[in-house]
Protein backbone atom coordinates (compact mmCIF):
# COMPACT_ATOMS: atom_id res chain seq x y z
CA UNK A 1 0.00 0.00 0.00
CA UNK A 2 1.00 2.98 -0.84
CA UNK A 3 2.10 5.78 2.23
CA UNK A 4 -1.15 7.93 3.15
CA UNK A 5 0.68 10.33 4.93
CA UNK A 6 0.38 13.88 4.19
CA UNK A 7 1.67 17.44 5.85
CA UNK A 8 -0.89 18.52 8.01
CA UNK A 9 0.31 21.16 9.67
CA UNK A 10 -1.05 24.81 9.29
CA UNK A 11 1.20 27.43 8.71
CA UNK A 12 -0.22 30.50 10.79
CA UNK A 13 1.31 32.47 13.99
CA UNK A 14 -1.86 31.15 15.78
CA UNK A 15 -1.13 28.72 18.68
CA UNK A 16 -1.61 24.97 16.97
CA UNK A 17 -3.10 22.05 18.79
CA UNK A 18 -2.59 18.35 17.17
CA UNK A 19 -5.61 16.27 16.83
CA UNK A 20 -5.82 12.70 15.11
CA UNK A 21 -8.23 12.48 12.44
CA UNK A 22 -9.63 9.21 10.72
CA UNK A 23 -9.35 9.69 6.70
CA UNK A 24 -10.76 7.65 3.48
CA UNK A 25 -9.39 6.85 0.34
CA UNK A 26 -11.29 5.36 -2.13
CA UNK A 27 -11.95 5.43 -5.92
CA UNK A 28 -14.73 6.75 -7.35
CA UNK A 29 -15.91 7.76 -11.12
CA UNK A 30 -11.73 6.55 -11.63
CA UNK A 31 -10.68 9.50 -9.52
CA UNK A 32 -8.86 9.16 -5.88
CA UNK A 33 -10.73 10.43 -3.25
CA UNK A 34 -9.47 11.58 0.40
CA UNK A 35 -12.10 12.40 2.91
CA UNK A 36 -11.98 13.80 5.85
CA UNK A 37 -15.68 13.24 7.49
CA UNK A 38 -14.56 15.15 10.90
CA UNK A 39 -13.67 18.18 8.60
CA UNK A 40 -16.11 16.82 6.28
CA UNK A 41 -13.51 18.17 3.27
CA UNK A 42 -12.78 16.29 0.24
CA UNK A 43 -9.69 16.41 -2.10
CA UNK A 44 -9.31 14.28 -5.32
CA UNK A 45 -6.60 13.20 -8.22
CA UNK A 46 -5.88 11.26 -10.83
CA UNK A 47 -3.63 9.08 -8.11
CA UNK A 48 -3.37 9.05 -4.55
CA UNK A 49 -0.89 11.72 -4.76
CA UNK A 50 -2.57 14.13 -6.49
CA UNK A 51 -5.38 13.19 -3.90
CA UNK A 52 -3.38 13.81 -0.85
CA UNK A 53 -2.15 17.31 -2.45
CA UNK A 54 -5.74 18.64 -3.27
CA UNK A 55 -6.73 17.54 0.25
CA UNK A 56 -3.75 19.84 2.01
CA UNK A 57 -4.87 22.64 -0.59
CA UNK A 58 -8.54 22.43 0.55
CA UNK A 59 -7.98 21.91 4.45
CA UNK A 60 -5.52 24.56 3.84
CA UNK A 61 -8.13 26.87 2.80
CA UNK A 62 -10.84 26.00 5.05
CA UNK A 63 -8.64 26.83 8.34
CA UNK A 64 -7.87 30.15 6.38
CA UNK A 65 -11.30 31.25 5.56
CA UNK A 66 -12.50 30.20 8.89
CA UNK A 67 -9.71 31.94 10.68
CA UNK A 68 -10.25 34.99 8.66
CA UNK A 69 -14.23 34.94 9.12
CA UNK A 70 -14.02 34.26 12.86
CA UNK A 71 -15.50 31.17 12.45
CA UNK A 72 -13.28 28.36 13.34
CA UNK A 73 -14.62 27.36 16.95
CA UNK A 74 -18.08 28.04 15.51
CA UNK A 75 -17.59 25.57 12.71
CA UNK A 76 -15.54 22.96 14.54
CA UNK A 77 -18.15 22.85 17.08
CA UNK A 78 -21.13 22.54 13.82
CA UNK A 79 -19.27 19.46 12.74
CA UNK A 80 -19.29 17.40 16.04
CA UNK A 81 -15.93 18.27 18.06
CA UNK A 82 -15.57 19.27 21.42
CA UNK A 83 -13.77 22.09 22.56
CA UNK A 84 -11.93 23.28 25.36
CA UNK A 85 -11.22 26.59 25.86
CA UNK A 86 -8.10 27.60 27.69
CA UNK A 87 -4.63 29.33 28.22
CA UNK A 88 -2.36 28.29 25.77
CA UNK A 89 -1.26 25.03 27.51
CA UNK A 90 -4.84 23.97 28.42
CA UNK A 91 -6.52 23.99 25.01
CA UNK A 92 -7.77 20.80 23.56
CA UNK A 93 -9.53 19.50 20.49
CA UNK A 94 -11.15 16.19 20.63
CA UNK A 95 -12.89 15.03 16.77
CA UNK A 96 -16.15 13.71 16.95
CA UNK A 97 -15.65 9.61 17.34
CA UNK A 98 -16.60 7.60 14.34
CA UNK A 99 -19.77 6.69 16.08
CA UNK A 100 -21.35 9.79 15.65
CA UNK A 101 -20.20 10.77 12.03
CA UNK A 102 -21.75 7.16 11.09
CA UNK A 103 -24.87 8.45 12.44
CA UNK A 104 -24.65 12.42 11.00
CA UNK A 105 -23.24 12.03 7.97
CA UNK A 106 -25.10 10.21 4.74
CA UNK A 107 -21.43 10.89 2.74
CA UNK A 108 -19.71 8.55 5.08
CA UNK A 109 -22.22 6.02 5.63
CA UNK A 110 -22.47 5.91 1.49
CA UNK A 111 -18.44 5.27 1.90
CA UNK A 112 -18.67 1.84 4.40
CA UNK A 113 -21.43 0.55 2.67
CA UNK A 114 -20.23 1.07 -0.62
CA UNK A 115 -16.92 1.81 -1.57
CA UNK A 116 -13.57 -0.60 -1.54
CA UNK A 117 -11.72 2.23 0.98
CA UNK A 118 -8.64 2.17 3.58
CA UNK A 119 -9.40 3.81 6.44
CA UNK A 120 -6.06 5.90 8.05
CA UNK A 121 -5.47 8.58 11.04
CA UNK A 122 -3.38 11.36 10.07
CA UNK A 123 -2.35 14.02 12.51
CA UNK A 124 -3.52 17.45 11.83
CA UNK A 125 -2.60 20.48 13.52
CA UNK A 126 -5.58 22.84 13.85
CA UNK A 127 -4.80 26.43 14.68
CA UNK A 128 -6.95 27.81 18.10
Not at 24 to 40: C, H, K, L, N
Not at 58 to 71: G, Q, R
Not at 76 to 91: A, C, H, S, Y
Not at 110 to 116: A, G, S
Given at each position: ?51 KQ ?40 KS ?33
Open positions: MKNLNFSGRFANSAAKVDVIVGLFQFVEDGRTIIYSPAFDLSGYGNNVDEASFEVTIDEFFNYTIHKDTLSKELKRLGWNIKVGDIKKRKLPDLANLIAKNDYLAEILNEKQFTKFDQTVSVPC
